[in-house]
């Protein structure tokens, strides 16, 4: 069984970019909403909107407030979560793929 | 002389975290701002405003219209930029570390 959040959870988790350096996800979700159990690989999380959420791991859980506008580190885990609070969720998630050094070709984007 | 943007446009370039796999920095400006030349490594690019934007590389140039919300790959590389909307410009910009691979640990956060 696939623990991919894109697999398990498609109505919350989009791929909006992939190469081989990194893919990216992009998080929605509305209060009352609950993920189930999936695996997020090293990232870097970008908080688009102010949310609380429970998070799940094993047999414990934790409550977080998140305020829109802040950059994470989400090391490798796997759990779920639910959106405890009354705002909508929206999250940008960089995953970084493992051993994939060097650099990559792609079309130039900006600013500069 | 540095090519690091955080040291050339620091009133540009904020570093808002880093570890030994990444480092995000946010960029800012106004309708008419101009950076320096500066170096950026592969990194994703999330934009957080629409903006208009001028890109000098070397000897040529091209303008580029950004949405707000788009994930894109800058690839390695030499330039600056010039704000030429009427808008504020406003990303984020995750840079890869090169040839860093394995895992990391640091804390856990949210959402699940």
Do not use: C
């Not at 929605?28 to 688009?48: F, I, R």
């Not at 959420?53 to 759990?79: E, I």
Request: without cysteine.
């Amino acid at each position: 069984m696939s623990l991919d959040p894109a697999e398990t959870n498609p109505d919350h988790y989009k791929v909006v970019f992939e190469n081989d350096r990194v893919r990216v996800l992009e998080y929605t979700d509305s209060p009352g909403d609950k993920t189930t159990v999936h695996e997020h690989p090293d990232s870097v999380m970008y908080t688009l909107s102010t949310f609380r959420r429970r998070l799940y791991s094993g047999d414990s859980h934790r409550d977080v407030d998140m305020p829109a506008g802040l950059t994470g580190w989400l090391p490798a885990q796997q759990h779920y979560g639910e959106n405890i609070g009354d705002t909508e969720s929206h999250v940008i998630f960089v995953e970084l793929k493992a051993g994939a050094g060097g650099t990559s070709d792609g079309p130039a984007l900006g600013p500069a």
